[in-house]
């Protein structure tokens, strides 16, 4: 069996909303989340903005502490550890972040990006640094003479490029990637989705790819969660995604993928109304108000569980 490298344990991050006259309502960004991340695969976190995929992201890193729930890597509790074991942990688990303009400090030059993550862990010396510096900024396929170059003199892709050398750093096992390609053109998408494959293969990472869009998702992920308001709906092999997921939710993102094909008009999702305010949420299933299919009073009054339809396959349906 491969090693669980991370893992959640009912995580949850609420948010109050301040009030004009006292304190405000709950925002539950992240609500009960239980996740597993097996060593050398990617696992596609995939759902609509807002629904809380980077919040998640930021847990996972113990960049942003949980209201309720536990983070372990490598079997460790991240927000329980001393502050010196938890620097040692982080030369193990980095981030790409989603924009590549402003992810990059514009009065660095690329090798001082570059050799901060190694003056930070205290690694090597001036030489060291400068060797490892143009050996990294190669596997991403950038040269030495980009060296001494401000990022406002890099177009969306190569800024991108960056990140991702300056995530390989230290040479992690984890790396979460927070819609590394969504600013970007499509042209350019593939090149750096081809960069992450490559990397992952010479390197064995870990990757959680997150993103709203499933196509992207597909192409890169072993297995794939559908978050919606702040819950897992659906979690399972690539493979269970190809067609149609056993969700409504997951359907429905299945069908708002357009087809490369002229002859087959594009068919909406059948969903009713808007989603509801992340503050405010229905009763009962989060997602009943827009279901196609919510027909029992369970649906309006009980919330569903994860639970597994298969071995690798788990679904929070009454319905299924």
């Not at 996972?60 to 460790?76: D, H, I, T």
């Not at 003199?153 to 991108?160: K, N, P």
């Not at 109304?273 to 009962?284: A, C, N, Q, V, Y």
């Not at 298969?310 to 929070?316: L, R």
């Amino acid at each position: 069996m491969t090693e669980i490298l991370l893992a959640t344990y009912n995580l949850c991050r609420y948010f109050r909303v301040a009030g004009p006259w006292r304190k405000g309502p709950v925002l539950k960004a992240v609500d009960g989340v239980n996740l597993t991340i097996r060593a050398g695969e990617t696992l596609g976190l995939v759902g609509e903005s807002g629904c809380g995929k980077s919040t998640l992201g930021l847990l996972l890193l113990a960049l942003l502490a949980p209201s309720k729930g536990e983070v372990r890597f490598a079997g460790e509790n991240l927000h329980r550890l001393p502050a010196n074991r938890l620097k040692e942990l982080r030369r193990r688990m980095q981030i790409i972040f989603q924009d590549p303009y402003s992810s990059l400090n514009p009065r660095m030059t690329v090798r001082r990006l570059l050799e901060e993550p190694y003056v930070i862990h205290r690694l090597g010396d001036k030489n060291e640094r400068r060797a490892w510096v143009t050996e990294i900024l190669a596997e991403v396929g950038l040269g030495p003479e980009h060296l001494d170059r401000y990022p406002h003199e890099f177009s969306g892709g190569q800024r991108q490029r960056l990140g991702i050398a300056r995530a390989l750093a230290l040479k992690p096992e984890l790396i979460v990637a927070d819609e590394p390609v969504s600013a970007l053109d499509v042209s350019i998408q593939a090149q750096i989705l081809n960069l992450l494959i490559q990397l992952q293969n010479r390197y064995q990472l870990t990757y959680l790819f997150i993103s709203h869009d499933l196509s992207v998702v597909s192409r890169l992920s072993n297995r794939i969660a559908v978050m919606y308001l702040g819950r897992i709906v659906e979690l399972g092999p690539r493979a269970v995604f190809a067609q149609s997921g056993l969700h409504p939710y997951t359907t429905a993102l299945l069908s708002a993928v357009p087809l490369p094909d002229p002859t087959r008009p594009f068919q909406p999702p059948h969903l009713q109304g808007d989603p509801p305010s992340p503050i405010h949420l229905p009763s009962g299933c989060p997602f009943h108000p827009r279901c196609p299919e919510a027909r029992h009073l369970q649906c309006r009054e009980e919330v569903p569980q994860l639970r597994g339809t298969t071995t690798d396959h788990w679904v929070a349906c009454h319905l299924r």
